[in-house]
């Protein structure tokens, strides 16, 4: 059973049988200053969610949080039926289904967009990230315009893994590795999700300055043949693929405007990922030399 949608409110009354629900497995942790709580029915169930949880994050003592989610099994009504796993994140229920890998999914997916839309220190984009000799190379865009694929391949090539869907950056410019699986698609846009390391890169630990911004997108039998934009282009690329642009536009615009200040943006539809990305770290090795 795919995971619900969309998020129901939940009555009062099951949000109360929550609460009294017995819970043996909990984790406090905060990341990108926002703090998040987790807690399940059963040890297991917590211990398989911990490697979708956000690799940075901080275990805290406090109890209070800004989002909890809770997640628990519950038995079939007739003998025989498969358990069914539940997600809830505060008294909203995001997910439900017979296998608890989808529950999880739901659950990374969740918190790694609530991370992004309320973190109030740094400036969330959708744009995939790697790292390249000390430098960052950013690939803004949407959902399905192919940035996972990318990714993968500059991965293949040698760079290390900072984002496959949101780029955190400081007020410095300074892009932040905001690791989460990579959301790989195939022809019929069959999702899996893998980690870097099962790619056989590295994840990437500090943050870097940007050196090279990529606007693009997935165009059947392109040849990537990109055009330099101005500096100006390449802000009002991140900007419009940020989650804060609307509610925190000063704040945004500062931090992007520090991001792309030195770094070289590259416009043009692309074809096969693996030459672009060849293309884009030859680019990116020449522009060092000169």
Known sequence: MAASAPARQVSKSFSAKLER????????????????????????????ALPCLPSNLRPSRSVQVDRRYSLFRAEGAASGDAPAYFLYADR???????????????????????????????????AGAVAW?????????????????????LLAHGAEY????????????????FPRRLCLRDDQKCQTLVTAKELGAKTGTRPLPVALVII?????????????????????ELLGNSLTARSRPTQALAALSKAVSTALVLDGPRGDAKATAASILRILDWAHAV
């Open 21 to 48: 629900m017995a819970w043996p497995a909990t984790l406090q942790f905060t990341s990108f200053g926002v703090r998040i709580g987790v807690r399940a029915d059963d040890n297991a169930i917590l211990e398989q």
């Open 92 to 126: 909203r229920k995001l997910a439900q289904g017979r296998q608890l890998s989808t529950v999880i999914e739901a659950l990374e997916s969740d918190v790694n967009f609530h991370i992004a839309r309320t973190s109030q220190r740094w400036v969330f984009v959708h």
């Open 133 to 153: 000799k000390g430098q960052a190379i950013v690939i803004p865009g949407a959902s399905f315009s192919g940035k996972s694929a990318l990714v993968k391949e």
């Open 162 to 177: 900072y984002s496959d869907e949101f780029s955190a950056f400081y007020a410095s410019g300074r892009v932040h590795p």
């Open 216 to 236: 693009t997108r997935y165009k059947p039998n392109a040849v990537w043949r990109p055009r330099v934009v101005s500096t100006g282009e390449g802000v009002l």
